[in-house]
Nanobody, 129 residues
Framework: QAQVVESGGGLVQAGGSLRISCTASGLTFNQYTMAWFRQAPGKEREGISSIGSEGKSTYYSDSVKGRFTISRDKVANTVYLQMNKLEPEDTGVYYC??????????????????????WGQGTQVTVSS
């Protein structure tokens, strides 16, 4: 059974850094596009970053561009989100998701949650001011 599990969330002060991870199992990791979504309190889930199965094409939302970096390790079957210069507005539950339907992402097209069929349980990130 395909699954992804997030880890690494926590409490951090504004301006700090945090790296969250998502480890996949039960699927051929190198064939899946991976994405990070964020849901802030009282807001809809937002696609903030994605990376193609080839590991080169990436997307970042305007809200995180220049501060967050997505990467993947095909040996560890893990996708990472390095988050720097964190702001209180980055607070939320961060979800990892996997999509088999495409192997490339466009840098101006946000990930569509409707096409991702494997989701993690989420990890909480809280940024204090």
């Amino acid at each position: 059974q395909a699954q992804v599990v997030e880890s690494g969330g926590g409490l951090v002060q504004a301006g700090g850094s945090l790296r969250i991870s998502c480890t996949a199992s039960g699927l051929t990791f190198n064939q899946y596009t991976m994405a990070w979504f964020r849901q802030a309190p009282g807001k809809e889930r937002e696609g903030i970053s994605s990376i193609g199965s080839e590991g080169k094409s990436t997307y970042y939302s305007d809200s995180v561009k220049g501060r967050f970096t997505i990467s993947r390790d095909k040996v560890a079957n893990t996708v990472y989100l390095q988050m720097n210069k964190l702001e209180p507005e980055d607070t939320g539950v961060y979800y990892c998701a996997a999509d088999y339907s495409a192997d490339y992402v466009y840098d101006d097209v946000p990930p569509d949650p409707e096409i991702f069929n494997t989701w993690g349980q989420g990890t909480q990130v809280t940024v204090s001011s």
